[in-house]
């Protein structure tokens, strides 16, 4: 169950309208790596999840990041301004918000392709999910800083740092549930095949940097380590 608070989890505003700049936001707000991807993706993982605290933890991230969408939405409403006026050439992604959304946020991404459920990562497996939740948290947290990177407009700036600080603490969460199932699915019996040992070294001439001798399932050190 959900419940809508109809205060936004951090303000949001922006100094000027920015039609060009909500047209790459939008990247966030339906694109493969944003926020509408994270949370449906956590929400379908979480219904195979027998682990009733990591299943909250999906479930609480999942509506965490629905409403970071509407963060990003927000946003995207507000650059886009009050008056449709194209003013010129429109990049891809903003044809739409200009005839077919009355420039309300819309479901795409940068480019103006809708959001896709093939975005979506779900396998069954519990260590393939977190992993694959992992990615998703650094490859949102390496957009979000491209887009930091190309906008001047301190407000927007606040969200996206805001944000980007959220991913880091999702990326933290998931890595102390990964730690709680070690040896568990595809976890289990890990590099006990031969051909697990195997380095095939094929650039030629060249030094051997890696070595898969003594295969180590993967783990993460403790979010309380020094090191």
Do not use: C
């Not at 999910?129 to 407000?155: C, F, G, P, T, W």
């Amino acid at each position: 169950m959900f419940k809508h608070d109809k205060n936004l989890l951090e303000m949001v505003r922006v100094e000027r309208p920015n039609p060009q700049y909500a047209t790459m936001l939008q990247e966030q707000l339906g694109g493969s790596n944003g926020e509408l991807k994270a949370a449906m993706q956590y929400i379908s993982q979480s219904f195979r999840i027998k682990d009733p605290e990591i299943k909250d933890l999906f479930l609480d991230i999942a509506s965490e990041e629905l409403s970071h969408m509407e963060m990003v939405a927000s946003s995207v409403n507000l650059l886009n301004g009050h008056d449709i006026d194209a003013g010129g050439s429109q990049p891809s992604g903003n044809i739409e918000a200009n005839v077919l959304t009355g420039l309300a946020p819309y479901l795409t991404n940068g480019s103006g392709v809708p959001f896709s459920a093939a975005y979506v990562n779900v396998t069954g497996d519990l260590p393939a999910d977190i992993l694959s939740n992992i990615a998703a948290e650094q490859r949102a947290k390496v957009v979000y800083e491209y887009l930091h990177r190309q906008i001047n407009d301190k407000y927007v700036r606040q969200m996206i740092d805001f944000l980007l600080n959220r991913e880091e603490a999702h990326n933290t969460m998931f890595r102390q549930a990964f730690q709680k199932i070690q040896a568990t699915g595809s976890n289990r019996d890990w590099g006990v095949d031969e051909d697990a040992r195997l380095y095939f070294n094929l650039s030629s001439p060249g030094v051997n940097h890696f070595s898969v001798s003594n295969p180590q399932a993967p783990s993460f050190q403790s979010s309380n380590s020094t090191q």
